[in-house]
């Protein structure tokens, strides 16, 4: 009985380390999902940003479309 017991045990030590390694393979995974998204997310606002440089124009064509001919 003392050899089933000890051997239960090792079973649920290596089910335990797998359970772990699963997780942090899991939370790796996540992680680095999160960085790609800052970097898609600053490369569209990067984009935005040179798409509207110049205040100037957008006040010219607000003028432009309120003025009165």
């Known amino acids: 009985m003392d050899k ?9 030590m290596i089910g335990a380390i797998i359970v772990v390694i699963i997780l942090l393979a899991g939370a790796y995974y996540f992680y680095q999902l999160g960085i790609e998204r800052q970097k898609n997310f600053q490369a569209l606002l ?3 940003k ?5 205040p100037g124009e957008i006040v010219t064509i607000e003028v432009s479309t309120t003025t009165k001919k």
Do not use: H, R, V, W
């Open 4 to 12: 089933s017991k000890g051997s239960n045990s090792i079973g649920t």
């Open 46 to 48: 990067d984009s935005a």
């Open 50 to 54: 040179q798409t509207a440089t110049i």
